[in-house]
Each structure stands twice: as C-alpha cells, then as structure tokens.
C-alpha cells in the first residue's frame, strides 16, 4: 500500500463528506493504493455516523472512535499503530490542510529519501493576535530548544516513512513534537514543505490560546526527556551532589570559625545563630531530596508498564 491518511477529528462532521470527495480524488488521479483513517477523538455530533457512511461507500475508507475526547496524540497514536501505509500522512480534518499537497509530500519521502517532511504555512488565513504572532514565538522557541530547524510545528500535515511512526511513542499532547521525537529517535533526514492554508469552512477551532500554553510546558518536558529522560540521576544526582557540597562546605566554616574563636578566647555566638548554618541545612536538605528524586526517577524508568492511553469504543 502507497499511503495511509490518518485524520484525528472532534466534531466536524460537515466537513467530512466534503474532505473525503477530494482525498478520494487526489488518490485517484495519482492512482495510489490507500487507507483512510479518521479517528473519532469523542465528538459529540454526528461525526461517527457519516464515518460509517463513508465506509460503506469506499472500501479504502477506516474509522476509530474513541469513548470520550483523549486529545490529538491519542488519536494519531491509534492511527499510527494501524496504518499500513508505505508513507503515512497526517492531515486535519477541518479542510484547511490541502489533500492536493499529498502527492509533493509523498515524492519527497519515497523519491528524496526524507525521514519525515513537515509541512509550513507560510501564508495563514488565522487571527494574528491569537493565532499568528503567538505561533511565531512558539515555533522559534522550538527551534532554539529542540535543534529542529522546522518554521511551523504547529502544522498537521506531515508526512513520514512507515518506519517512523512505528518507532515514535507519541503521548500526552507531543503531537507537535513529533520531528523532535522523530531525531531523538535516530530519524535525522527531516524535510519541510510550503503547503496552501485554507481559511475555516465549517465550525470553529477547537484550540484556544491554551495550546500555547501547553506546547511551552511541553517543550520544556521534551527538552528534559531527550537529554535525561534515560538517566534522570544524571540530571538530579549533579544538582543533588552541588547543594549537598556546598552544605558540607558551609558546615565546614561554621566548625573551623567556632573551634578557632574558642581558642583564641574571641567571644563566640551559639552556631543557631550563624546565618551559615541554615544555608548549610538547607543546602543538605535540598541535594538529599534531589539526590532521591533522581534515584525515584530511575526506578521509575526500570519498573514502569505501558498504560493503556486510551480506549476505543468501535472500530470499522
């Protein structure tokens, strides 16, 4: 099989039958063999019941639906497990992703060899305040943290060699991390594509300014899992033994400061009252804490199971 589509979608079911009609064409035009995966993250509409039309009508055609809404990396982790694809594409469902980009994606991984091939919105029909300006601090952030040198992360169409999305543990809301993951994973040859951005025919965006607020926090956990998340007490053990040295230090000082002032017959002052004292104390509270977390950390990492993440309430 040529290509797997994957479409996390929440609520759109006017757009459906109107995305389906031009996939549909694209692929037949350019006479692929294809699956369609739309993963159904908990709408509340009638979204799974066109799905189910659409896949009586075309055989290519393949629906998940989740119990409840999970979020977007629940639903491409689902797809990303199922597709059979050569070349898997991810796209939204909201017809702002162009279908007619899909064979320049599918060429630069098949014919240029990409790993992984992003795409970039370079014109954006968004709101600028909301949407424009915040994404532009977002994805320089990105870049500057991550190493990836991609100008919209944001973006959901993609496309990556089967392989990739075998080897990428997409969870909690990283969708927006997947190059990152992709190259922490082994997977360096990742491209960027100019795609068209079509303004919103149908309903309203699901994300708010939060997203915003969430790819911050998640980039800052990304940043730690690829730099530590193998050896937590790589991280926590060099903090742990610097407060934990510098308490000893301290404590040092207060001692040699006392024994010499009792010897020398100075008046000396009860070690309480030594402001060193309690940066002493606190230094060696602080790095057996850390020294603990790092420990805890790696326990963790040797003992944890794969939870289920998610779970589907009927698949077609």
């Keep these: 099989m040529n290509i797997s589509i994957i479409i996390p979608l929440l ?32 709408s509340t509409d009638q979204s799974w019941n066109v799905i189910e039309g659409l896949c009586q009508e075309n055989p290519n055609v393949k629906g998940i639906r989740f119990f409840r809404n999970y979020g977007k990396s629940q639903a491409l982790h689902a797809g990303f497990a199922r597709a059979q694809g050569d070349v898997v594409i991810t796209m939204d469902a909201d ?32 709101n600028v305040v909301t949407k424009n300006l915040p ?7 990105a870049r500057k943290t991550s190493g990836v040198y991609l100008n919209d992360f944001n973006c959901g169409l993609k496309a990556y060699r089967n392989l990739v999305v075998k080897n990428v543990e997409v969870s909690g809301e990283m969708h927006r991390y997947i190059p990152v993951l992709a190259k922490n994973a082994g997977f360096n040859k990742i491209g960027e594509k100019v795609v068209i951005h079509q303004a919103r025919k149908y309903g309203e965006s699901k994300f708010g300014m939060s997203r915003f607020i969430n790819g911050f926090l998640d980039l800052i956990t990304i940043w730690f899992l690829s730099r530590y998340g193998k050896r937590p007490m790589h991280l926590f053990g060099a903090f742990g033994a610097l407060m934990f040295v510098l308490g000893f230090i301290s404590t040092g000082i207060i001692i040699a400061v006392k024994l010499i002032k009792l010897y020398t017959g100075f008046h000396t002052i009860l070690v309480t009252s030594n402001p060193l004292f309690y940066i002493a104390l606190t230094s060696m509270i602080i ?30």
């Design 135 to 141: 994404s532009k601090l977002f994805n320089w952030a």
């Design 95 to 126: 017809l702002q992703d162009s279908p007619d980009e899909i064979p320049g994606l599918f060429k630069m991984v098949t014919e240029e060899n990409f790993d992984l091939v992003s795409g970039w919105k370079k014109k954006r029909y968004d």
């Design 11 to 42: 609520n759109e079911q006017e757009s459906l039958p109107e995305l389906h009609k031009w996939i549909k064409k694209v692929m037949d035009e350019n006479q692929y063999t294809y699956e369609v995966l739309f993963i159904d993250d908990g």
């Design 287 to 316: 790095g057996t804490q850390l020294f603990l977390a790092g420990f805890l950390g790696e326990i963790i990492l040797r003992t944890k199971s794969n939870e289920e993440r998610y779970k589907i309430a009927e698949e077609r």
